[in-house]
T-cell receptor
Framework: GQNIDQPTEMTATEGAIVQINCTYQTSGFNGLFWYQQHAGEAPTFLSYNVLDGLEEKGRFSSFLSRSKGYSYLLLKELQMKDSASYLCAVYNTDKLIFGTGTRLQVFP | GAVVSQHPSRVICKSGTSVKIECRSLDFQATTMFWYRQFPKQSLMLMATSNEGSKATYEQGVEKDKFLINHASLTLSTLTVTSAHPEDSSFYIC????????????????FGEGSRLTVL
């Protein structure tokens, strides 16, 4: 079976740093994506990891450990507009399977 | 960047009617399109993979006779919800894969804007 797990909800304060974890067990692996989704909108691409290590892109960074089946998304200098759902997705051979999603709420 | 357009964005229908949702890749040819549904406060669930010129591949638990998928051209896939019922009310999102992606994956994935279906 396919399992991609994330915490359901997280809260943080504006200006802080938050780490959203994702663990996965899939039959195949061709990369891991992170998407941001605001309520009622389609997901937007944030990052992609296929090799182990940290990928940094501005305020957002994503880490992958294939041996551990683990990834995290790190958000720095949080802003109110970062309040959204964050979806971890594994590219499994030829399709993208989404995790449960994490709803992040940023407070002033 | 590449654009995927989905239409309609919102649709309300009566129970028992059929609804068609279109997904178009506007500036690239999409050999593969994916259809997802998303219930409130839940993640995206893959329904089916649509390949141009061949039958769609449905995920376990998805009724192929209820959710008809047609991918007749490289730029258009349609999802028809037949005999819709209130439990089919959901947010349906398509995504399309281009021929080659900057991330090195076989085709970068782009999402449509989503279609919110409400069945009364």
């Amino acid at each position: 079976g396919q399992n991609i797990d994330q915490p359901t909800e997280m809260t943080a304060t504006e200006g802080a740093i938050v780490q959203i974890n994702c663990t996965y067990q899939t039959s195949g692996f061709n990369g891991l994506f992170w998407y941001q989704q605001h309520a009622g909108e389609a997901p937007t691409f944030l990052s992609y990891n296929v090799l182990d290590g940290l990928e940094e892109k501005g305020r957002f960074s994503s880490f992958l450990s294939r041996s551990k089946g683990y990834s995290y998304l790190l958000l720095k200098e949080l802003q109110m507009k970062d309040s959204a759902s964050y979806l971890c997705a594994v590219y499994n051979t030829d399709k993208l399977i989404f995790g449960t999603g994490t709803r992040l709420q940023v407070f002033p | 960047g590449a654009v995927v357009s989905q239409h309609p964005s919102r649709v309300i229908c009566k129970s028992g009617t059929s609804v068609k949702i279109e997904c178009r890749s506007l500036d690239f040819q999409a050999t593969t399109m994916f259809w997802y549904r998303q219930f409130p406060k839940q993640s995206l669930m893959l329904m089916a993979t649509s390949n141009e010129g061949s039958k769609a591949t449905y995920e376990q638990g998805v009724e192929k006779d209820k959710f008809l998928i047609n991918h007749a051209s490289l730029t258009l896939s349609t999802l028809t919800v037949t005999s819709a019922h209130p439990e089919d009310s959901s947010f349906y999102i398509c995504s399309a894969r281009s021929g080659g992606g900057e991330q090195g994956v076989t085709g970068e994935l782009f999402f449509g804007e989503g279609s919110r279906l409400t069945v009364l």
